[in-house]
């Protein structure tokens, strides 16, 4: 078992930047592939970003290409999304993931998931 915990979420205006963090304990020593989604109200969840175990090799939705940043912790026990030029269609749960990096970013399906944290790009 994998638990995951989401951090780091809130307020921001247009423009502005968050970090999120993903605390990962249980299982760590596996080599799970981690990665960020988002559900807005109304819509359905979707791919951010996500990395392999190495921390190597690192994929974007084009939506947040450029602007997003994810990478691991000192250790594996901590994933961060560093997320800059926010706009309001960035408002979302944020939720961690962790699983198959191909099964992840193309279906969307995880092992584990966090609970999640809310993101309001708001002025």
């Known amino acids: 078992q994998v638990q995951l915990v989401e951090s780091g979420g809130g307020l921001v205006q247009p423009g502005g930047s968050l970090r999120l963090s993903c605390a990962v304990s249980g299982r760590t020593n596996s080599a799970y592939a981690m990665a960020w989604f988002r559900q807005a109200p109304g819509k359905l969840r979707e791919f951010v970003a996500a990395?392999?175990?190495?921390?190597?090799?690192?994929y974007y939705a084009n939506a947040v290409r450029g602007r997003f940043s994810i990478s691991r912790g000192n250790g594996e026990n901590t994933v961060q999304l560093q997320m800059n030029s926010l706009k309001p269609e960035d408002t979302a749960v944020y939720f961690c993931?962790?699983?198959?990096?191909?099964?992840?970013?193309?279906?969307?399906?995880?092992?584990?998931w966090g609970q999640g944290t809310q993101v309001t790009v708001s002025s």
């Open positions: 990395l392999n175990w190495s921390g190597r090799n690192k």
């Open positions: 993931a962790a699983g198959d990096l191909s099964t992840m970013a193309t279906l969307g399906l995880g092992n584990y």
